[in-house]
């Protein structure tokens, strides 16, 4: 398999098709083994994924290290050509409890100052607030990552889970890569303004949640138990009759992916990148068993009638169930 690329927007870098979002090996979603995930990113490198997804608050800290460690023990080759995007902002206390954000331009500015420590690298190639701070003008965070751009410290500026005018408002105060931002068959709010804005501004899509968190990749069933630590045990879409009939859509897709001769999860990350090539999905595998499977949805073609079966398995809308926590929802520019 030739690994495809695509430009994040008109200023930003050429990247592998798809991402590997690293999330899933720092907890989110459960418990994880480091030795697989470091398996994991080395595997990713080596089929040609260039683009490594990551927060500073993904087990604070933890995630950082962990592809640190991958990146310093992968061949030179690939880690020459692996770029890494950070999210910072997200407050935590010890517990892992949320409390808030902070993306003041001297919080950027530190927050920066501990992501290269910890990647052990000299500049960040993608560096984005992951929320909008409510408290700090969108133009005051983006001119300090300006800031950091002109020093060096940083290449390029990316915005998460934002709408259309925070989006106008930060690309007038320094080219945007690219906004990242939740998007697939069950989560398709971006299409109605954002999408077209983004595109006028020549910004692209750092897709998340393309398999809604492992709700629409197949594998999950109604009785799997979920850690109390498990972002999902608490997921409107995961909880009681919402999970039945998302299931349901699942299994309406499953017919689709079994006459193609794929799995479910390659059905929807293929449908994600046949949504134009202005997006990039980021695939939260943890082991390589997954990762395999998610890189097979390269080599799947949607033609006019599956594309057309797919949206009548899984209408947009059909999704039962908010796709975060009410508390969360608020804290979410984009749903404004
Ligand atoms: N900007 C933001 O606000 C934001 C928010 C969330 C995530 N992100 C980024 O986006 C990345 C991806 O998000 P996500 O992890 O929610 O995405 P996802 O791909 O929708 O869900 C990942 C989960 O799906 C399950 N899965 C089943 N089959 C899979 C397969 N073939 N390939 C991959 N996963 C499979 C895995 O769970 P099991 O291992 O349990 O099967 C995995 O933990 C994250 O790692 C993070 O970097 C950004």
């Known amino acids: 398999m030739t690994m495809r690329t695509r430009n994040l927007g008109t200023?930003?870098?050429?990247?592998?098709?798809?991402?590997?979002?690293?999330?899933?090996?720092?907890?989110?979603?459960?418990?994880?083994?480091?030795?697989?995930?470091?398996?994991?990113?080395?595997?990713?490198?080596?089929?040609?994924?260039?683009?490594?997804?990551?927060?500073?608050?993904y087990g604070m800290g933890h995630n950082e290290l962990l592809i640190s460690e991958a990146l310093r023990t992968a061949p030179a080759a690939l880690r020459e050509n692996a770029l890494v995007s950070v999210k910072f902002g997200a407050q935590r206390d010890p517990d892992g409890?949320?409390?808030?954000?902070?993306?003041?331009?001297?919080?950027?500015?530190t927050w920066a100052t501990y992501s290269l420590q910890r990647l052990g690298v000299d500049h960040i190639d993608v560096y984005r607030p992951a929320r909008l701070d409510p408290q700090v003008p969108i133009e005051e965070t983006v001119g300090a990552i300006a800031e950091l751009v002109e020093k060096g410290y940083?290449?390029?500026?990316?915005?998460?889970?934002?709408?259309p005018e925070t989006i106008r408002r930060a690309a007038a105060t320094a080219p945007i890569a690219d906004l990242q931002i939740e998007y697939s068959?069950?989560?398709?709010?971006?299409?109605?303004?954002?999408?077209?804005?983004?595109?006028?501004?020549?910004?692209?899509?750092?897709?998340?949640?393309?398999?809604?968190r492992g709700l629409i990749s197949g594998h999950l069933t109604a009785g799997r138990s979920l850690a109390a630590d498990d972002f999902r045990a608490h997921s409107p879409r995961?909880?009681?009759e919402n999970l039945q009939h998302n299931l349901t859509l699942v299994e309406a897709l499953r017919k689709i992916a079994e006459q193609k001769g794929v799995t479910?999860?390659?059905?929807?990350?293929?449908?994600?990148?046949?949504?134009?090539?202005?997006?990039?999905?980021l695939i939260g595998a943890r082991t390589r068993?997954?990762?395999?499977?998610?890189?097979?949805?390269?080599?799947?073609?949607?033609?006019?009638?599956?594309?057309?079966?797919?949206?009548?398995?899984?209408?947009?809308?059909?999704?039962a169930g908010e796709r975060y926590p009410t508390h969360q929802m608020a804290m979410l520019d984009s749903e404004r």
């Open 97 to 109: 409890a949320w409390l808030g954000y902070d993306a003041r331009p001297a919080a950027v500015k």
């Open 11 to 57: 200023t930003g870098p050429q990247v592998s098709a798809l991402g590997l979002g690293c999330m899933g090996m720092s907890g989110m979603y459960g418990e994880t083994d480091r030795a697989e995930s470091i398996a994991t990113i080395h595997a990713a490198l080596e089929a040609g994924v260039t683009l490594l997804d990551t927060g500073d608050f």
């Open 289 to 319: 068993e997954r990762l395999d499977e998610a890189l097979g949805a390269l080599d799947v073609t949607l033609d006019a009638a599956d594309l057309a079966a797919v949206e009548d398995a899984v209408p947009a809308d059909a999704a």
């Open 238 to 240: 995961f909880q009681g």
């Open 154 to 163: 940083v290449r390029h500026i990316g915005l998460s889970e934002v709408g």
């Open 185 to 212: 068959l069950i989560s398709r709010g971006p299409e109605r303004e954002i999408l077209p804005v983004l595109r006028e501004l020549g910004i692209s899509v750092t897709a998340y949640g393309v398999l809604s």
């Open 264 to 281: 479910v999860a390659q059905i929807a990350i293929a449908w994600v990148l046949s949504r134009g090539d202005d997006l990039v999905p």
